[in-house]
């Protein structure tokens, strides 16, 4: 299927104002570009009801959150709540990059969302992502009264890295190392450090995320080989899939971690979990946050936070 028009401009853009690609850059430089990009790529932020800027314990110091609720709601009512985890390849990303995301999910799926600021590598490597959320996680659920939010309502969700990491703090809560989790939202999720999958011979060049760029990322996050197989670094490796919340998968064509993902829909459902995979073949990696010059980055948006909502209305 042709990649999507949008997405083709967005390339023919980058092209033409001549960026590198990621993987030639060093972690700074990349941060510096990919902040860049925001205001090219991202449209205008909706309004939302509430935002506000809070901090929580972490293991080496604090970490920063940021939480939306919904346009129209009132400030006293208790609201489920989305924990986002940004991506970024765990080495570039923070609560800017994804604000206009977040925004959009807090609105559609009428919610609060709390975003987290967690350890970026390679400053900081695996698995100090993971251990953030896992505080972050725990903090919501400690402060839900003072955070107007229905503990017994709470998701975790999040783009590529972060759909990665979403995906751990799934499996860590069904064995019981973190509060229970009702509904896990992973998008274009990296779910396998191996990189050894067929659709990393397929996106070689020419992409937002190819293999060299991802093996890049893994390289900065997860050094050491050995500890690539680890479930949490490689969810997909877990031993079983099975008690892990509901979920919804989604995946992009034209992405590297396009098989890695679909594999992880398909070992949720084998394993019993209940899974809504929608897969956009005309999409590629990061797609979700280029809604300026690719539409179906609102719609998408806009599903994945319809079936967030129902699941809370439906169980």
């Given at each position: 299927?042709?990649l999507?028009?949008?997405?083709?401009?967005?390339?023919?853009?980058?092209?033409?104002?001549?960026?590198?690609?990621?993987?030639?850059?060093?972690?700074?430089?990349?941060?510096?570009?990919?902040?860049?990009?925001r205001?090219?790529?991202?449209?205008?932020?909706?309004?939302?009801?509430?935002?506000?800027?809070l901090?929580?314990?972490?293991?080496?110091?604090?970490?920063?959150?940021?939480?939306?609720?919904?346009?129209?709601?009132?400030?006293t009512?208790?609201?489920?709540?989305?924990?986002?985890?940004?991506?970024?390849?765990?080495?570039?990303g923070?609560?800017?990059?994804?604000?206009?995301?977040?925004?959009?999910?807090?609105?559609?799926?009428?919610?609060?969302?709390?975003?987290?600021d967690?350890?970026?590598?390679?400053?900081?490597?695996?698995?100090?992502?993971?251990?953030?959320?896992?505080?972050?996680?725990?903090?919501?659920?400690?402060?839900?009264?003072?955070?107007?939010?229905?503990?017994?309502?709470?998701?975790?969700?999040?783009?590529?890295?972060?759909?990665?990491?979403?995906?751990?703090?799934?499996?860590?809560?069904?064995?019981?190392?973190?509060?229970?989790?009702?509904?896990?939202?992973?998008?274009?999720?990296?779910?396998?450090?191996?990189?050894?999958?067929?659709?990393?011979?397929?996106?070689?060049?020419?992409?937002?995320?190819?293999?060299?760029?991802?093996?890049?990322?893994?390289g900065h996050y997860?050094?050491?080989?050995?500890?690539?197989?680890?479930?949490?670094?490689?969810?997909?490796?877990?031993?079983?899939?099975?008690?892990?919340?509901?979920?919804?998968?989604?995946?992009?064509?034209?992405?590297?971690?396009?098989?890695?993902?679909?594999?992880?829909?398909?070992?949720?459902?084998?394993?019993g979990?209940?899974?809504?995979?929608v897969?956009?073949?005309?999409?590629?990696?990061?797609?979700?946050?280029?809604?300026?010059?690719?539409?179906?980055?609102?719609?998408?948006?806009?599903?994945?936070?319809?079936?967030?909502?129902?699941?809370?209305?439906?169980?």
């Amino acid at each position: 299927m042709p990649l999507d028009p949008g997405a083709q401009h967005v390339l023919e853009l980058i092209k033409q104002l001549g960026r590198p690609p990621i993987h030639t850059l060093t972690a700074v430089e990349a941060r510096e570009a990919s902040a860049k990009s925001r205001t090219v790529l991202q449209p205008e932020p909706a309004t939302v009801a509430e935002v506000q800027d809070l901090e929580c314990p972490g293991p080496l110091g604090t970490i920063r959150l940021r939480r939306y609720r919904a346009a129209g709601t009132d400030p006293t009512e208790v609201l489920p709540c989305l924990l986002f985890l940004h991506g970024g390849g765990w080495v570039i990303g923070d609560l800017d990059s994804h604000d206009q995301p977040c925004r959009t999910l807090a609105n559609a799926a009428r919610c609060s969302v709390i975003a987290v600021d967690y350890r970026m590598a390679p400053e900081h490597l695996y698995p100090a992502a993971v251990e953030d959320a896992a505080a972050a996680l725990r903090f919501i659920v400690a402060e839900a009264a003072s955070l107007r939010i229905d503990p017994a309502r709470i998701a975790v969700g999040g783009d590529s890295a972060g759909g990665n990491l979403a995906a751990v703090l799934s499996l860590m809560a069904r064995d019981g190392t973190l509060p229970p989790i009702g509904y896990q939202m992973l998008l274009y999720p990296a779910t396998d450090m191996a990189g050894e999958r067929p659709a990393y011979q397929r996106f070689t060049e020419g992409l937002i995320l190819t293999a060299a760029t991802m093996r890049w990322f893994i390289g900065h996050y997860v050094p050491d080989p050995a500890r690539r197989i680890e479930w949490a670094a490689s969810p997909l490796r877990a031993a079983s899939l099975a008690g892990t919340p509901t979920a919804y998968v989604m995946t992009a064509g034209y992405d590297p971690l396009v098989d890695e993902g679909i594999a992880y829909a398909k070992r949720l459902e084998e394993d019993g979990v209940r899974v809504t995979h929608v897969h956009m073949a005309d999409q590629m990696h990061a797609f979700l946050t280029m809604g300026k010059f690719i539409p179906a980055s609102d719609l998408a948006l806009r599903h994945a936070a319809a079936s967030l909502a129902h699941h809370w209305q439906n169980g």
